[in-house]
């Protein structure tokens, strides 16, 4: 797998050099001054928040389960989460409406981690408890807020708040279980629901305060931009999911992230394919294969799959993606360090050096054009 990744790089670092014709990185087109509105950069922001709240969900869900030392990590990392969703809420709604809105987020993270520690440990009464807090208090009150503050009609709302508990009980639950295959297809679900409340809310503010987010949220382009942000966001957190499996040793769960890995790699295959052309979504794939191969196979110690990444896969992608270059290579380098701190069982800045990798995804995407 190793000397295959390191081969396909190696082929289609030629192939996608980025003086090799093309576009140039970061030049202006109509479709990239429709994706950069402020409406674009609020559906964008808004998306990879909720998706992010997620994903930190999974993460603290699955350290408890394993009883891991980064747990209070990614349980920290949800109020940070929580804060930047506030300062996004202020800037629409002003002070009083954003702190209500951070405070009902911030009862939904806790009704949250108290399930998945209620599951741990076997506490059923702990567990209904939480999820009625979630179902009958939580939901109702944090729609209601939303419906108030942006008017969108309260059913659906309701109901998207609804269901979004659910998919999120879903995953917890099979993480416990260890049913790793439905537990990476579940994930996905959940972090996939989010959008639906983030472009309909992100739409709506757009339409209702056009002085502060001029723009449309739902042209075409910034439908692709968003796209981009969501994958590469949800890749960045998958891999490290797979390569700490690899580093613990967890075989069964190493073999459903490496196909959660593959089906992420799949949906961003098919956006390229649309946005440039079937032949460079097929470039895109052969180079996101070998990626994901690399970055598995240097949490099994293989320090030559760090060049493979560092060199050659930022060239291949930069070069395909018409990305900026130093910023590919800046989130590789981030990736790498938080492999290095799983594989030495370094759990201080573990969870918010795995954000900042993931973070350090939306420049990428925003690149793209």
């Not at 699955?62 to 930047?84: C, E, P, Q």
Request: aromatic fraction near 6%; charge should be negative; charged fraction near 15%.
């Amino acid at each position: 797998m190793r000397l295959a990744a390191v081969a396909v790089l190696g082929i289609l670092a030629l192939a996608c050099n980025p003086t090799s014709g093309g576009q140039t990185p970061g030049a202006s087109s109509p479709a990239a001054s429709v994706a950069g509105t402020q409406a674009a950069d609020l559906r964008t922001r808004l998306d990879l928040l909720l998706g992010e709240q997620v994903m930190i969900v999974a993460k603290e869900s699955a350290a408890a389960v394993n009883h891991s030392d980064d747990y209070a990590g990614y349980t920290a990392l949800l109020t940070a989460n929580s804060s930047d969703l506030a300062d996004l809420m202020r800037r629409a709604f002003g002070n009083s409406a954003a702190a209500q809105l951070a405070q009902q987020w911030n009862v939904q993270n806790g009704y949250l981690v108290d399930y998945a520690i209620a599951v741990v440990t076997h506490n059923d009464g702990k567990a209904s408890g939480a999820m009625s807090g979630l179902t009958n208090g939580f939901v109702p009150q944090f729609a209601q807020l939303v419906s108030d503050v942006s008017q969108l009609p309260l059913d659906p709302v309701t109901q998207l708040t609804t269901q979004q508990v659910l998919e999120d009980k879903t995953f917890i639950d099979d993480v416990f279980a260890q049913r790793y295959p439905a537990f990476y297809k579940d994930l996905h679900t959940a972090y996939a629901q989010t959008s639906r409340l983030a472009d309909a809310l992100a739409v709506q503010i757009a339409h209702k305060f056009p002085d502060k987010f001029p723009g449309d949220p739902s042209a075409h382009a910034v439908d692709v931009r968003v796209s981009l942000n969501n994958l590469l966001q949800e890749h960045s957190y998958l891999a490290t999911m797979a390569t700490a499996a690899v580093v613990a040793g967890r075989s069964a769960e190493r073999t459903a992230s490496a196909a959660a890995l593959a089906s992420n790699g799949d949906l961003l295959g098919t956006v390229f394919a649309t946005a440039f052309g079937n032949s460079a979504g097929t470039q895109f794939d052969n180079v996101w294969t070998a990626k994901d191969a690399a970055l598995v196979s240097y949490a099994t110690g293989d320090s030559t799959s760090k060049h493979a990444l560092n060199d050659t896969f930022v060239n291949a992608f930069a070069g395909l993606a018409h990305a900026n270059q130093s910023q590919v290579a800046a989130q590789v380098t981030a990736t790498l360090k938080v492999i290095d701190e799983q594989r030495a069982k370094s759990s201080r800045s573990l969870a918010s050096d795995d954000r900042a990798a993931a973070t350090s995804m939306q420049p990428i995407a925003d690149s793209i054009r």
